[in-house]
């Protein structure tokens, strides 16, 4: 009986270990991060590697001086809670721009980040 505690511990432990590595990460994108694409696309949509919050998570795009061409702040896909995506209203110039994204995963825990992608 005395080595039933231990163990128990470890269990508690590694189980609140799995749940701190639940954070949402990106596992694809489209247009894919760093890729140049021709012409310019009509959305630009991220896949997590776990479901997201609809109302705290945005993805936003930003020309190279800084200035916002997506439309709002996005939304996540009402038939895909892992899809955040955003709208490009008008076709793009040739030139690099930035994902900016962020996201609070079902577990709470928030992850942000950004990557670039070329018009050309
Ligand atoms: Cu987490």
């Given at each position: 009986m005395r080595k039933t505690i231990p163990a128990v511990l470890l269990l508690l432990t590694l189980a609140s270990a799995t749940s701190v590595w639940a954070h949402a990460f990106p596992d694809n994108s489209a247009p894919h991060v760093g890729a140049t694409v021709s012409p310019s696309p009509k959305t630009v949509q991220i896949w997590f590697d776990g479901e997201i919050e609809p109302v705290f998570s945005t993805i936003i795009v930003k020309n190279a001086a800084g200035v916002?061409?997506?439309?709002?702040?996005g939304a996540v896909s009402s038939s895909d809670n892992t899809l955040l995506q955003t709208t490009l209203p008008t076709p793009l110039p040739p030139g690099q721009y930035w994902v900016y994204w962020s996201v609070i995963a079902r577990d709470g825990h928030h992850t942000a980040g950004r990557f670039p992608f070329t018009v050309s």
């Open positions: 916002r061409v997506s439309q709002g702040k």
